[in-house]
């Protein structure tokens, strides 16, 4: 058999065998940021995956599709939640305010797992932070890994 058949057949294989990107058992709670940034991934996956097939790219166009099929399934199990204002419970959506017991001060908005970067200060709400947080006050602790944080401000950011 010729090699270039085999490196075809390989190369076939290889996009076959992307496989799909998980997806979350948890409810896929999001923040009104999270649904518009579901929204504008799948408007740009709808035209990329034109883009890639106005050019034959079937290694692209197999990635970007299986990309396709994650965020469109993200977009239709959405549930949208708005933290209830002047609340003084955590809650989803909601921003805490904590220190450490040696005074280190962080701010994390709790929000859906797609939407979470916790460098840019946004944790899961599945997260352990934001499971030890869920309906706690200001001045409550709550103890992650060991350490206690104390809920200091809440806010709606």
Same mark, same amino acid.
């Given at each position: ?6 490196? $075809?057949?390989? /190369?076939?294989?290889?996009?076959? #065998?992307? %496989?799909?990107?998980?997806? *979350?058992?948890?409810?896929?709670? &999001? ?52 933290? $209830?204002?002047? /609340?003084?419970?955590?809650?989803? #959506?909601? %921003?805490?305010?904590?220190? *450490?017991?040696?005074?280190?001060? &962080? ?51």
């Amino acid at each position: 058999m010729s090699r270039a058949f085999t490196r $075809e057949e390989d /190369s076939e294989n290889a996009i076959a #065998g992307i %496989g799909e990107r998980p997806i *979350s058992h948890h409810r896929n709670l &999001v923040t009104e940021r999270g649904m518009a940034l579901i929204d504008a991934e799948v408007a740009a996956l709808r035209d990329e995956l034109g883009r890639a097939e106005k050019r034959a790219d079937r290694e692209r166009i197999a990635l970007v599709s299986r990309d396709l099929r994650y965020w469109t399934a993200r977009r239709e199990s959405a549930e949208l939640s708005v933290p $209830e204002a002047g /609340s003084d419970l955590v809650r989803f #959506g909601m %921003g805490v305010t904590l220190e *450490s017991d040696d005074g280190k001060k &962080v701010h994390w908005k709790i929000v859906g797992e797609d939407e979470a970067n916790p460098g840019k200060g946004t944790i899961s709400h599945m997260s352990p932070m934001a499971m030890a947080l869920f309906g706690k006050k200001v001045g409550e602790v709550a103890v992650v890994n060991g350490k206690e944080w104390e809920i200091v401000k809440l806010s709606d950011s």
